[in-house]
């Protein structure tokens, strides 16, 4: 039986397409982008995030670990990651709930299961489930069985990605998605590389890929200081989408400097150079740069 990782399942959510959605968010990504808000995502394997702020030391974690894995330190707890299978029952143990378990194995029908529960909502608003990450497209055989069992429910289905996959794997998961969100990060190919660890043009191939086969297809750009936030940029941006007929919308994602503090706590390095708020006034300011070229242009999701 075919089984996905999962990080996170995210319940009434409007930020990620149409309506009121269910958003999974699949573990793995092949890009590493400096500004990413969701770190935990990029790994392909499951982990243990322990938090020493909220353990009370108590060693119910080391007494549920049948790995033996777990010892006591003047700091907090260790862990002999040689010997630990991250089976999360450290995670149930712990009554301060100082050990959360990031990355769970479902099956397709157990994730559907989660899917449905929210499906009152999702009718009501014109919703349905959004795949996001890390890159959904990473885990495109799990991907597609659960895109499938979502269309045989009637569910909308939403594809969040960065287009950097394979155009086969693209292909095939086109066919039963209504709508892709489509990561944007910035035109210039040379800080491409450099902010997210992968080229730009497999990304602006797939992208006319999908416009050329008449995919549902809004693009999102977000606004990273010293990445994407100049006006020459946007500029080009503009002149870069508007020669892309087939886009139906462009969302202008404003950066917050939260994601460093994420970065801080599961003790991933912070790589943004420079990472104050982007004011309200300055994004409206590009989004208008957009709107000149007849682009259908909204700030956020």
Sequence with gaps: MRRGLIFDIRRYSVHDGPGIRTTVFFKGCPLSCWWCHNPESQGRTPFIHYDRDRC??????????????????????????????????????????ARDLVGRSFTVAELVEEIERDQLFHDQSGGGVTFSGGEPLLQWHFLLDTLRACGERSIHRTVDT???????????VAEETDLFLYD??????????????????????????????????????????GVSDGVDHMERVGDFLAAHEGVEAVHVLPFHSAARSKHARFGLPWRLATDGEVSGARVEELSERLRRRGLNVTVGG
């Design 56 to 97: 009370l030391r108590c060693g119910s974690c080391i007494a549920a670990c049948a790995d033996g894995a777990l010892t006591m330190t003047p700091s907090g707890v260790a862990v002999d990651v040689d010997r630990c299978r991250v089976d999360g029952a450290c995670v149930v143990a712990c009554p301060a709930q």
């Design 184 to 225: 944007l990060k910035t035109v210039d190919p040379e800080m491409h590389r450099r902010a997210t660890g992968v080229g730009l043009q497999p990304i602006v191939e797939n992208l006319d890929r999908l416009l050329a086969r008449g995919a549902h297809v809004h693009v999102r750009i977000p606004v990273i200081p």
């Design 162 to 172: 960065s287009g950097f996959a394979s155009p086969r794997v693209l292909m095939q």
